[in-house]
């Protein structure tokens, strides 16, 4: 590690990530690729020689080797795009609005914030177009008290004022708000209902992804109740309930348990986990790929304390057209088997 700190300049930070307790030492550049979504080797290498690579602080070189709890960050010259807020005239489907807060309905296909490769058309740029003054959060998004994935559709609660967004926040820190999510897994689920627990951090074998860590010496605690709504044979409906909520909380937990969830491209749901292997079967599930070219995955109903009446609200919405044409698929196949092909 050098003792230079970086030039003399506002540098802004761009990634930052903190090593497992259990991370093997490993090249900085390598450790930050397997992170970073389409970075290169060639990009991570010369943005350390420029002094943008940070190791607890202080500006390494590529070969740097990571060890357990080193916080790794990347800081450039000039601001990260996703705060580069624009408003951008989206239209977008308010459920219920008030002085404080709103309550949306996103669509599956619409990021939730500005993000690497996702800087423009997200539901932030939209809010910022329809809405004046939002208050910020800690992570300097305006309005944003908690996100759901681009491929999930569903509710999303946003605060209007200082006031509402600290309430709203102290809610979801306290696990008093009630969410619920319909999801479509793979295979017929065993139990009825269940409790899943385990901690959710980030894959030590994909760090594009969240894996579950029951021994709890990873990650976050998580904690997620299904149960079951209908089956189809090969694929099943759950309603999931969270207790928290961690990244990909529900996607991984469905994982752990067997059930990955349908069109899961991430985690594997978008190839064929189970059934028979007839041509024309293999058809069928390709054709309900393609009516509902996402996660099966959509939050169905949200509930809170409103931060000034303290009533307590709660909001459904029914899941979107390709979701609700996947099920009836599955539905006319389970009945009447391959005839209904």
């Given amino acids: 590690m050098t003792k230079e700190e970086p030039a003399n300049q506002e540098l802004f930070e761009h990634f930052k990530y903190q090593a497992g307790e259990g991370q093997e030492p490993l090249r900085v550049d390598r450790f930050l690729m397997n992170f970073i979504e389409n970075a290169t080797r060639n990009k991570i290498q010369h943005a350390a020689k420029a002094g943008g690579v940070l190791v607890n602080g202080i500006a390494v070189k590529s070969n740097y080797k990571v060890k357990s709890k080193d916080e790794v960050s990347v800081v450039l010259s000039h601001p990260p795009h996703e705060y580069l807020l624009i408003p951008e005239n989206i239209p977008i489907e308010i459920i219920y609005e008030d002085e404080d807060l709103v309550v949306v309905n996103k669509p599956s296909s619409m990021v939730v914030h500005p993000g690497h490769g996702n800087y423009q058309g997200t539901l932030l740029n939209a809010l910022l177009y329809h809405f004046e003054k939002l208050p910020m959060n800690q992570d300097k998004r305006p309005g944003l008290v908690h996100r759901i994935d681009k491929g999930t559709s569903g509710l999303l609660v946003v605060a209007k004022t200082d006031y509402a967004m600290a309430h709203l926040s102290k809610q979801f820190f306290d696990r008093s708000i ?164």
Wanted: glycine share 8%.
């Fill in 178 to 341: 009630d969410r619920t999510y319909l999801a479509l897994v793979w295979g017929n689920v065993k139990n009825e209902e269940e409790r899943i627990e385990g901690n959710v951090g980030r894959s030590l074998k994909n760090r594009l992804q969240m894996a579950v860590f029951e021994d709890g010496s990873f990650g976050k605690k998580a904690i997620t109740h299904y149960k079951v709504l209908e089956r189809f044979n090969y694929v099943t409906m759950v309603q999931c309930k969270l207790e928290t909520g961690r990244t990909h909380q529900i996607r991984v937990h469905m994982k752990h348990v067997g059930h990955t969830l349908f069109n899961d491209e991430r985690y594997g749901g978008d190839a064929i986990l189970k059934g028979t292997t007839f041509n024309k079967y293999k058809q069928f599930v390709d054709n309900c790929f393609k009516i509902m070219p996402r996660v099966g995955l959509h939050a169905k109903s949200l509930g809170f304390e409103h931060p000034t009446t303290k009533k307590f609200m709660k909001f459904e919405v029914e899941p979107p057209e390709d979701f609700k044409n996947c099920l009836t698929k599955w539905r006319n196949y389970s009945e009447q088997g391959l005839k209904s092909l």
